[in-house]
């Protein structure tokens, strides 16, 4: 067993196993206490089944020697009986960096999955997001201890946190048009029922079936502190048929849902109303894909993607893989829908570059900031450097050094004051950007790396630098 391996911070809070990880590996540590029930639950064949389906992560055991498995130590000191590998997610993602379309697959294939494993006589202990993760563009689920058989009369453990993590934050951007991003990293529970109620209109509640019971009744009993607080947790008894319909109810309501947050945005449409010209566009591909070609990076950062153009190149030129982060959510859904079913493996996801993500939860190790996550071979950043400089007041040389900390090899744009773009961002406000040159750029580029290629676009002055740190 490699002696590398070594347990997630963020992984404490199930006693029944834990997770351990190295570069390459993701090893699921399984206690004295869970082991029995596990292993029937294991050997019944249900996770071969929604693996199968790419409902859930493979899962298959290792022979472990005992004294192999004594280098295993749980959070709470226990004894590691048993341990099993899972196919590793190339990137770690979080609920509040998915768009719409993202949160909403997710939650369908939760409830796909529990559907399939209800069929089989197994149902799931919880329902937190955090256990989706997107796979080759696709959500799946990646904790197999939250799977338990069914006891006849019981009840759904996660009902609370499926609609506080899932359903809440889909209608407040389905009904409301506000954002769910913000209230989900606000909390890592998700979004409270009384902040819900106090946004999602009332006609809606009143009208709908599904809100009426899911969100109004159950957010106003749990608010009033009754009997029946938790939900369909206080229910005596659910029959198996009820269990059923409650999560194919759930199912029809959140397919037929659709987001009304689409305002204008500027750059939804950026590659086509931008500076620059079709050959100039095609210039800049074309950097793009004899960069990738040169330096086969396996995972790509596209920071700044947009809906997805250039990572496109990128993996067609040589990347094994990309990450998109952009802060536009019009832009990152595009993208999201343009590569799913598409078998590229390109992911985007919805990130402020002045205000990303931070490391959250307990000792905050939980949940990992992206610099922590985003670790790659290659990184692009095209026409981004001036929105940090001059939109964000982060001068110039912070910019450049934070682009080349997000990986050793990768290409940067600079774009000069005379671009219309500049000229656009600068006309509302003082040019105090005395940094802001391509001088400038340079220098910064070459106090940590050098420049190995580069291209100058005439027409604008753009400059295309692909560098390599030192």
Known sequence: MNELLTRDPGSFRDPAGYVFLDQNRVIRAVTQTAWQEFREIYQSGIFEILARKGLMVDCRQIEASQEELSTFLGARGEQIVAVF?????????????????QLKDAALTH?????????????LSDATAYNIQFLSGRPIHIDCMSLRRYSEGQVWEGYNQFCRQFLLPLLIEAWSGCAF???LRGSLEGISFSDALA??????????????????????????????????????????????????????????????????????????SNSYSESMRRTKL?????????????????????????SLAAVDGGADSCVILDSDLDSVDIAYLRFKNSGTQ??????????????????????????????????????????LVISGNVPLRDAVHWIMGMAPKGIIEFVPKQDPMVTGLLST???IYTDYTEEMFREAVTARGRIVLEHSIEENGRLLAAYETL
Request: charged share 20%; proline share 6%.
């Open 85 to 101: 590998e899972h196919p590793r997610i190339p990137f770690i993602s979080y609920p509040y960096e998915w768009t719409f379309s």
């Open 111 to 123: 409830l796909d999955l529990q559907l399939i494993a209800f069929e089989h006589g197994f149902v």
């Open 181 to 183: 991003q913000p209230m």
């Open 199 to 272: 946004i999602l209109p009332r006609f809606q509640l009143f009208t709908s079936p599904s809100a009426l019971m899911h969100v109004y009744l159950h957010g106003k009993a749990i608010n009033t502190k009754s009997a029946s607080a938790t939900g369909l947790q206080s229910a005596t008894k659910l029959r198996a048929g009820s269990y059923k319909a409650i999560l194919k109810q759930l199912r029809d309501f959140i397919s037929g849902l659709k987001s009304r947050k689409r305002p204008v945005s500027f750059w939804n449409d950026y590659a086509f």
């Open 286 to 310: 074309s950097f793009v894909k004899q960069w990738a070609a040169s330096c086969k990076p396996k995972m790509l950062l596209d920071i700044g993607g947009n809906t997805g153009d250039y």
């Open 346 to 387: 390109i992911f985007p996801l919805l990130m402020n570059f002045l205000d990303p993500t931070p490391d959250m939860g307990w000792r905050q190790c939980e949940r990992k900031g992206i610099e922590s996550r985003a670790r790659a071979d290659g990184v692009i950043a095209l026409a981004l450097i001036h929105h």
């Open 429 to 431: 406000r003082e040019d």
